[in-house]
């Protein structure tokens, strides 16, 4: 296909050529370590919910610490222990994996059995604590979904691990990660796919129909047409 455009093709030297490698690697190390860090405001009996797209078999912690906003200071404080938050997750089928209250600073984790849209939802116990009735609500939520989720400072001190032993672990996970990316997005591709290829049948089908009910109304006028000059005696 170059000869026939004109492109003259130079092989790369073997030295280029595994720098393209090394680079191409390391841009999916650093797609597979996935997380995102935000804050936000809610009301007294708000719900905020956020969508993360998660692979099969895949782990996911989250840490939140909140802060009340204080009308004296006119600033946000941390809240004190009494104000909670209850999360809860939902998988793509919108069945509930997790659903438990924490405090006011905490930490949730959970892994995912089937890979898609999974629905994180957060709200505080405001009816339990009258302080924060008519008040804002500050959350900072950090998530980390895969290898990017593990500690592995306190992976090496628990396994005893040399540094040379924990970096070849963190790329052995992340690899695995990277694969179930990939293996989620092959799933996303032949989901596209069916649902394609199912639109086009229907588009099909319904042309088809189309047609059908043209021609019966081409033929229906057709004799309507006929009897109406056979009875007129114009044929």
Known sequence: MAVELGVR???????????????TLLLLLWLATRGSALYFHIGETEKKCFIEEIPDETMVIGNYRTQLYDKQREEYQPAT?????????????????????????????????????????????????SLFAGGMLRVHLDIQVGEHANDYAEIAAKDKLSELQLRVRQLVEQVEQIQKEQNYQRWREERFRQTSESTNQRVLWWSILQTLILVAIGVWQMRHLKSFFEAKKLV
Do not use: W
């Not at 030295?15 to 393209?20: A, H, I, P, Q």
């Not at 509930?96 to 959970?110: D, N």
């Open 81 to 129: 222990p009494g104000l909670g938050m209850f999360v809860e997750v939902k998988d793509p089928e919108d069945k509930v994996i997790l659903a438990r209250q924490y405090g006011s600073e905490g930490r949730f984790t959970f892994t995912s059995h089937t890979p898609g849209e999974h629905q994180i939802c957060l709200h505080s116990n405001s009816t339990k604590f």
């Open 9 to 23: 093709v130079v092989r790369p030297r073997a030295g280029t050529e595994l720098g393209g490698v090394m680079r």
